[in-house]
């Protein structure tokens, strides 16, 4: 017997009641998975796998289709996350203080983009172009998938020497990828034949990070002054609405994308920089909250899509090699090229092994690819998508697996309980 077509609910209201559980769950989940060797991520991509596989869902969100809003949505979702990367960081800014984002940043990302470039054009063929894109967008660790091993939210003390590494390299290595990826572009299409490299130099690497740098920081004050230090009836923290760390995140990155500057990196810069204005105020933390339900909600839309885009053949074109060069990439590339920039690092050996595990791919490493593909000529797009999400999926996976019992076991050398945060709260 057929169900009459009146006792089928509408689409819309399948859809609302869908984005009511998956509210109730970025509340949840957390909570549940805090003690499991599991990750969010991992369940996100699982039930968007399951949403995605029924016959009666006909969409196949597979980013070669709709190219143009897997650049923007994956956007959004990285200047989301940069901003509550930046506002949770206790440390206060300073050269020396930060010298595990330096190197970091300085040896290992270039070395990984080239260990990684060369990976690929040796074993995979790739033009050498082709290969750099690739390897730039997945070299950077993902500021949206490695929140498991950040620092905690503001004030609350949750800031070792890995965790700030791994959050404050996070929150910079995007803005710092961007110059690599606008290498590729340019090989891409000039192929070599035109002078590039005093343009890229001058423009894509001193003038779009030192206008992102500058931004970021003027915002960030403005920000800071108009909140906390303007007379008491006019203060923007009398509002008591966290939603004014969104608003800082979009006019950051939208002034200074306008001036032609890394907003990336603007927005994480401005997020320290509206920290430092009051550091200690309580209303940090409410900011930082609101910047974290937003981006978890965002995040967990963007991994359903991707669990659909798994089931509707996204790793169709990948082969063993392309899964045996993404386990390199993971497992010899980023930990070596770690090892290698952390040398000499104050360090005990358990910290730096950490630090240089977990570079985590993700949502930046999509939104990159989706840059660069959208932005060039390139062949051939529909192995890259897969290649990349071979990439992303195996790092999901081997991360979201050990992230809880390697950094329980480390919080335990350090002398710190892991429960403790439990126990204070029930």
């Not at 002078?195 to 206008?211: A, D, H, S």
């Not at 923007?236 to 032609?260: P, Q, R």
């Not at 995040?299 to 390199?328: E, K, N, Q």
């Not at 593909?373 to 992303?392: K, P, Q, S, T």
């Amino acid at each position: 017997m057929s169900i009459p077509d009146h006792w089928l609910p509408e689409s819309y209201i399948l859809i609302v009641t869908g984005f009511g559980l998956l509210v109730a769950l970025v509340a949840w989940l957390p909570l549940a998975l805090k003690r499991l060797p599991l990750s969010l991520p991992i369940v996100c991509i699982a039930l968007g796998a399951a949403i995605f596989s029924f016959p009666q869902v006909t969409l196949r969100p597979l980013p070669i289709l709709y190219p143009e809003i897997t650049e923007r949505f994956a956007e959004f979702v990285v200047i989301i996350a940069l901003m509550g990367a930046g506002l949770k960081i206790d440390r206060v800014f300073h050269w020396r203080h930060w010298g595990v984002t330096w190197r970091l940043l300085a040896i290992t990302m270039p070395l990984g983009i080239l260990a990684i470039a060369a990976l690929l054009w040796s074993t995979l063929g790739l033009p050498w172009a082709v290969a750099l894109l690739l390897a730039a967008s997945l070299a950077p660790t993902d500021p949206v998938l490695a929140s498991d091993v950040q620092v905690g939210p503001p004030k609350t003390g949750e800031e070792d020497e890995v965790r700030f590494g791994l959050t404050s390299e996070a929150g910079l290595n995007d803005g710092f990828a961007f110059p690599f990826v606008h290498l590729a572009i340019i090989l891409a299409a000039t192929a070599g034949t035109e002078p590039w490299f005093g343009e890229w130099l001058g423009y894509r690497v001193f003038w779009e990070i030192g206008i992102g740098v500058a931004a970021g920081w003027a915002i960030g004050r403005t920000f800071g002054w108009l909140t906390f230090h303007v007379p008491a009836e006019t203060k923007l923290v009398a509002t008591g609405d966290g939603l004014i760390a969104i608003a800082a995140t979009f006019v950051s990155y939208g002034l200074t994308e306008i001036i032609h500057g890394y907003g990336f990196l603007a927005v994480f810069v401005t997020a320290l920089s509206f920290r430092h204005t009051h550091r200690e105020h309580e209303f940090q933390r409410d900011m930082h909250d609101v910047t974290e339900q937003i981006e978890r909600i965002a995040m967990m839309v963007l991994l359903l899509l991707f669990g659909g885009a798994l089931v509707s053949g996204l790793l169709a074109p990948v082969s063993w090699i392309d899964v045996a060069v993404a386990l390199v990439i993971l497992l010899v590339i980023r930990p070596v090229t770690g090892l290698i920039g952390l040398a000499g690092l104050k360090a005990d050996r358990g910290e730096r092994l950490t630090l240089a595990f977990f570079g985590i791919r993700g949502v930046g490493s999509i939104y990159y690819l989706a840059y660069g593909l959208n932005h060039a000529d390139i062949a051939a797009a529909e192995r890259l998508w897969g290649l990349l999400g071979v990439v992303v999926l195996l790092s999901i996976l081997l991360h979201g697996l050990t992230v809880t019992p390697i950094m329980r076991s480390l919080d335990r050398q350090q002398g710190r309980d892991p429960d403790a945060d439990d126990a204070a709260t029930t």
